[in-house]
């Protein structure tokens, strides 16, 4: 780590890391007090810069190259959503999306043969690997740091650097963690922290204290990151590493599912193609949300068979692998059936949009697997499983998911036999607002008791700072 932090891209990493730490707390504050809705421009100028900086200390390697492109166009997409549309469902959920797959990809393009190694059991234990170097590299991050503002040449600089970082740390856990703890647990004591952190607010301002204390902590978070980047990934030969499965023990499993599959669907064949649905809407529920979970457990199993199996049995096993799979379609066509019923009766929202979304990315993914059979060359089914939820992970972050789910639930809710209840899109956000004001001067009676949540809707895009907003709140602003 020494060797790290004494070479030149440590310099520049340190420079990313205060200027996109001093980005944060200053265009992204507003997170902490307004959630989502504060994200807009200012999150998608923060991803793209963090996607930037990856190049400048990515372990001596280009990063933006053809080969990485088929995955970071994926990420660009992403970063952009922010600044194309409200939805702070997708917003939330990008957090962890973000972190996971940036994990996995960025592992995979450090990799010495990008094109030829398998993602095995080997890939998995590099992604844990990387979670341990950027761990491990918060010290020296911190040390690194406190190196940067003490004189180049001093005779007690070692000694300062371990005062100074042991007198952070201190802070830092008191502050945070130790003080509020012990605070709860006795009353006195937290009398007396809490006259102290009155103390300290009449001398330090609140939220500039927040804002200096999570600069401290994004950059340090960012730097261990970046120090962590500059090992690279250990090339380990894998090529062979593919386990035989014993094929008469796969082949009873496979066989004894496959029948009780086949008994399973013998059942159901008189509701396989629902032309309508019940009025109780509990046994609606129950019949959609059951032929939901039905389809994501098989699509499960499948796969885990598929992993197992593939090119792992001998060829009357392979066989029975195929008919086992092409069985598995008609489940998972009469659970498409039923969300897309469901939706044209009672209206689309954020649950039953993303579910008949996962039906077609399990639809897409059963199809490219069931191919391989048919095809003799080899196919890294975890690396192509992995690109395929990135790029359809992608598309819907940028699809304009809110939008669709209003104007189809009007359009729906057109039927004579619809049971469609408009006030039920009050859970979206302020990015249906135009149209909704729009409609509402011509049919006020369709949007009634619209009115709390178009007040609070308004209230929201007019709280928002300039580099808060999206495409959808522009396009508001101005034609309004």
Known sequence: MENIIKNRSSQISLYWSAGLSLYAVIFLWGFWENGPFALGINATIFLLGLLFAFRQFFSGRALFIKNNLVWIIPFILIA????????????IINFLAISILALVFLTYALHPRLKTFL??????????????????????????????????????????????????????????????????????????????????GNIIEPELFGRVLMFIIFMIGILSIMFSWQKPVKDINNENDKRQVDSIISGIVL?????????????????????????????????????????????????????????????????????????????????????????????ASYEKFYAAYTVIFCGILLLWLFSRLFIKKDADLIKYTSFLLLWMYAIVVVAPVEQIIFRSNIAFAERDNSRIVLYEMTMLS?????????????????FKGWEYWEKNAQKIVDNKIWYELNLENIIYLVGR
């Open 255 to 347: 066989l004894g599912i496959f029948v009780i599959y086949l008994l399973f669907l013998s059942f159901e064949l008189g509701r396989l193609w629902v032309s309508s649905l019940p009025f109780d809407f509990q046994e609606v529920e129950h019949l959609v949300k059951s032929g939901f979970w039905q389809l994501f457990i098989l699509t499960l199993l499948n796969i885990v068979f598929f992993f197992g199996c593939y090119r792992r049995t001998n060829h009357t096993v392979q066989r029975l692998l195929i008919v086992f799979t092409g069985a598995s379609f008609l489940l998972l066509a009469s659970a498409g059936w039923r969300m897309a019923m469901y939706v044209f009766f009672y209206g």
């Open 430 to 446: 302020p990015a249906v607002l135009g149209p909704v004001q729009t409609m509402t001067h011509t049919n006020a009676e369709t």
């Open 119 to 200: 993602w095995n059991s080997a890939f998995f234990t590099h992604l844990v690997e990387r979670v341990g170097y950027i761990l491990g590299s918060i010290p020296a991050a911190v040390k690194y740091c406190v190196g940067a503002l003490l004189p180049s040449q001093s005779i007690q600089k070692n000694k300062i650097k371990r005062i100074s970082v042991g007198m952070l740390l201190l802070i830092i856990i008191s502050f945070t963690i130790i003080l509020p703890l012990l605070g709860s647990a006795n009353p006195a004591f937290s009398a007396l922290t809490n006259s102290f952190y009155v103390w300290l």
């Open 80 to 91: 952009i959503s922010y600044a194309m549309y409200e939805n702070p469902f997708i917003k």
